[in-house]
């Protein structure tokens, strides 16, 4: 399918929301539509990193391979640390207004929008997945022009819990060095879930050195408690950071394993 060529939007019109006039860093969407006349499903991409970069194997190479599915894809580049807590989800948040607000120009289907995210990319997405009506975004700036809530969650060996699996890595730099009990609880997004949240797909390792599998089975068990439809694959084993996993013909059936459930739910 043919996809046109790639561009990039700038998410905030001037300094972003809850940064300070000094910072420099502007977040931007980058665009993979495909060539179509009708209305396409889209997946919106959160590559991980951290949340002190952002990982470019997971980024634009997944966008390619949703093209190749038939989906428009877009990647977010967002808000990384120093930068805290709401900023990188006010970022992911107004990147899925935007492609709702020009999904006519894009032919977006206005119903099928899902966002897939890697490792603390996983924690970014599913956060927008649980915290989508947080009333932190509207007071810190975030426009009401388009809903911000996921039609989907893809969540590839997630950063999930701020307890016992936490990637310590992650939340030091998404809340800080001190974090209180209050903001933790807030972002340990296994106790975040209700029957709102949005279907979700996970995949993880079991062996997974870094984010322990238990991330996923954390989530996919409350999500279990509050009948949110869920689909979960857990290999047995392969290193953290995989994206598309070239190199692991077994892992990489996630992203078909994916697609099939997008179909099955109406993409």
């Given at each position: 399918m043919t996809t046109l060529p790639i561009k990039q939007y700038a998410l905030w019109d001037d300094v972003p929301p809850a940064s300070s006039p000094e910072e420099t860093f502007r977040p931007w969407l980058e665009t993979y539509t495909l060539d179509v006349d009708a209305p396409q499903g889209a997946v919106l991409v959160c590559p991980g990193g951290g949340y002190a970069n952002r990982a470019a194997h997971?980024?634009?190479?997944?966008?390619?391979?949703f093209n190749d599915a038939g989906y428009h894809a877009f990647v977010v580049q967002y808000r990384v640390a120093p930068h805290r807590h709401p900023e990188p989800l006010l970022d992911a948040a107004r990147a899925i207004q935007i492609i709702r607000e020009r999904s006519a120009e894009w032919h977006v289907d206005l119903e099928h929008v899902a966002v897939c995210g890697f490792s603390a990319g996983g924690h970014l997405t599913a956060s927008l997945g649980v915290h989508h009506d947080l009333e932190i975004l509207r007071e810190s700036g975030l426009p009401d022009t388009a809903p911000c809530r996921p039609d989907a969650l893809i969540l590839g060996y997630p950063v999930i819990s701020a307890g016992v699996s936490r990637h310590a890595g992650s939340f030091k730099n998404l809340l800080g060095p001190d974090p209180s009990t209050a903001a933790l609880a807030l972002m340990s997004l296994e106790t975040q879930v209700t029957e709102a949240t949005p279907p979700t797909f996970l995949w993880h390792t079991a062996d997974d050195a870094s984010v322990p599998v238990e991330n996923s089975l954390d989530?996919?068990?409350?999500?279990?408690?509050?009948?949110?439809?869920?689909?979960?694959?857990?290999?047995?084993?392969?290193?953290?950071?995989?994206?598309l996993a070239p190199e692991n013909p077994h892992i990489a059936t996630w992203m078909d394993l994916c697609c099939a459930?997008?179909?099955?739910?109406?993409?």
């Open positions: 997971e980024a634009a190479p997944v966008a390619r391979a989530f996919a068990a409350a999500l279990r408690r509050h009948g949110v439809p869920f689909e979960l694959h857990v290999y047995p084993c392969g290193r953290h950071g995989l994206g459930w997008l179909e099955d739910m109406g993409w």
